[in-house]
């Protein structure tokens, strides 16, 4: 075959080359044929036993989403091997096998992690992917996790557990080669080192000086590995054993999380305790307080408006008097009634007689003193707050298939004695205490309710036809708004006159077929005890959703009367929303001694 300088190649010579190459790549498909085979055989062996005896085990959701990944990255890229392999086949002979086992098992833990990456390791500062999507009303820890970021502590030993994973998926293979001892030998010994090393330590600062050179010999010993043609089946077998065990790592560990936030939440943080507790004491080294008896003739005077606050949070209860206070114009009529648990009750009264509210009255009430048949003292100390409960429905109107989740806040067992702790009155106003006012108030008191008990804002996104799961089998009407508790005028004449105290308790008591806790039980027996009896309040009284609802309008927030800090991240913990946690520490008085030295700063 000739080619002339001057730009002509000879017909004959022409057609010999054509055909020399057409006969080359005709051999190279024929060659084709067994790898092809073998990867299709690969390919089946994900469903099927493997030719050892192997049979896969029954993997839950998260497993076989890994398994379709993996298919998934077959299928994307099985052109391009081919093609690859037309080219090298001649020239690499079967060590393509080892690079293709290789290249899954990179994209395989590449495709499921976007934290961490075994090739290249990479970790995102704070340990939190930037892109993370949150779900805004009721994913709320993920949000707060985002803004309280820290930088990684652990990245040496993410990094370690990483080489860990990719040593114990090629150990098996090298293992069964007679030539490799010295490598086999090698890689067990990094291992073992490696794993001891990480059951001693969870931060990088736990780690030994010389842990880099570690580090290095198992790379060192894991790029050896890599180098020799290993079985797919060995490799993905470890595969499928190391997921196993680190699905069942991150189950138990996301139970953990949400067993701990939950305990965050819901138990009392050491400050505030520290500042119950300081109190205590100092109101028993007090020889002589005077509380002001001149101004018990207020408690019970059916003239002056009357407030109620269920707490057991000396600063909770603090703000919501000194807000409410602030905003009135005419304090001198306001007579507030903080109902306590024995506990708190000393720290209490300290606290409102150290502290002055213009000219408003405070009376501080130990529950446990009162003569009550309908509860003893143990199970009254647990009953006093508001019950918050976290409900999800589906809603048929809508087109979406997801179940919806609220959170409605209604009242407590203790709630429905107040016609009998307060004989006198006539109408008192129930404050949350996890509330903040932001307006006067008094025009409450002139509301004409046409008979009505219960003044509240509605929440006519959850209707009780949509709750029918937690009302059972009673009659109610379908289309009624769920109301809310934070902000209510009740009319306890009214209330005395229906009895409805009574009519509580027997709901309350009404438990249907099967299991049902006694908060389902709380929560029907509230919503059809005031079945027809809510007068409701235009939306604009109260707000409610800054303990939970991150997307809240800021004009909105403008306009409320109150505030309401419904759900898990109540203004005074550190889970509090902050850009919600203004609104409520503006009215705490920040330079107290006793919240200095309990090193209170919310």
């Known amino acids: 075959m000739k080619g002339g300088g001057g730009g002509g190649v000879s017909v004959p010579g022409k057609r010999r080359w054509r055909g020399l190459v057409i006969g080359v790549l005709f051999l190279v498909i024929l060659s084709m044929l067994v790898p092809l085979a073998f990867l299709l055989g690969v390919h089946n062996g994900f469903h099927s036993p493997n030719p050892d005896g192997y049979v896969p085990v029954q993997h839950s959701s998260v497993s076989v989403s890994f398994l379709t990944l993996l298919l998934d990255l077959w299928d994307a890229h099985v052109l391009a091997i081919f093609l690859i392999l037309m080219s090298s086949y001649f020239f690499s002979s079967f060590n393509w096998i080892s690079e293709w086992c290789l290249y899954i098992t990179k994209s395989s833990v590449q495709g499921t992690n976007n934290v961490a990456k075994v090739e290249g390791t990479e970790y995102v500062k704070g340990g939190i992917d930037e ?7 009721f994913g709320s820890y993920c949000l707060w996790r985002k803004e309280h970021r820290e ?8 990094k370690l557990k990483d080489q860990l994973f990719v040593a114990r998926a090629y150990y098996p293979s090298i293992a069964k080669l007679p030539s ?6 090698e890689l067990r010994q990094n291992i073992q080192e490696l794993e001891r090393l990480l059951s001693e330590s969870a931060t990088d600062p736990d780690l030994p000086p010389e842990i880099g050179k570690k580090s290095q010999k198992m790379e060192a010993a894991i790029v050896k590995a890599k180098s020799f043609p290993v079985d797919c089946n060995n490799v993905d077998k470890k595969l499928r054993q190391i997921f196993d065990l680190t699905e069942d790592e991150a189950n138990f ?4 999380s949400a067993f701990l936030y939950q305990l965050a939440v819901q138990t009392m943080p050491k400050s505030l305790h520290c500042l119950s507790m300081k109190l205590t004491v100092e109101y028993f080294k007090s020889t002589s307080l005077d509380m002001e008896p001149s101004q018990a003739n207020k408690y019970s005077d059916p003239l002056l408006h009357h407030y109620v606050i269920f707490s057991n949070n000396v600063l909770a209860s603090s703000v919501v008097i000194n807000s409410t206070v602030m905003h009135s114009e005419e304090s001198k009529s306001q007579v507030f009634h903080v ?5 708190n009750y000393f720290a209490m009264k300290l606290w409102f007689f150290r502290n002055s509210f213009k000219e408003a009255t405070v009376q501080v009430v130990n529950m446990e003193k009162f003569s009550l048949d309908y509860h003893d003292k143990a199970t009254l100390s647990h009953m006093l707050l508001p019950v918050e409960f976290r409900v999800s429905f589906h809603n048929f109107d809508d087109s979406s298939t997801q179940d919806r989740t609220q959170y409605l806040s209604i009242f407590s067992d203790v709630h ?7 004989p006198s009155l006539k109408k008192v106003v ?4 996890d509330i903040v006012v932001q307006k006067d108030l008094s025009a409450l008191w002139n ?6 008990v219960n003044g509240a804002v509605q929440f006519c996104s959850v209707t009780l036809g949509l709750l029918k799961s937690y009302m059972g089998e009673n009659n109610f009407d379908k289309k009624i708004c769920a109301w809310m508790s934070g902000l209510n005028i009740l009319d306890l004449a009214r209330w005395r006159e229906l009895d409805l105290t009574k009519s509580y308790r027997k709901l309350a008591r009404e438990v249907s077929v099967g299991e049902e806790s006694i908060e389902a039980a709380s929560l029907r027996a509230s919503l059809l005890t005031f079945q027809d009896l809510i007068y409701a309040l235009d939306g604009v009284w109260a707000l409610s959703g800054l303990g939970h609802n991150y997307g809240l309008d800021i004009q909105t927030i403008k306009k409320a009367a109150v505030l309401h800090y419904n759900g898990n991240m109540k203004p005074w913990l550190d889970l509090g929303i902050p850009r919600y946690k203004r609104h409520w520490k503006k009215f705490l008085n920040q330079e107290d001694q006793f919240l200095s030295e309990c090193n209170i700063h919310p």
């Open 430 to 433: 129930v404050l949350d205490d």
């Open 447 to 452: 509301l004409d309710m046409g008979g009505k």
């Open 131 to 137: 892109n993370e999507n949150c779900e805004l009303k």
């Open 151 to 158: 930088d990684m502590k652990d990245s040496m030993v993410k």
């Open 253 to 256: 560990h996301m139970k953990q």
């Open 339 to 343: 109902l306590t648990d024995e506990q």
């Open 180 to 185: 490799q001892s010295k490598l086999t030998r």
């Open 416 to 422: 429905y004695l107040l016609p009998e702790i307060f």
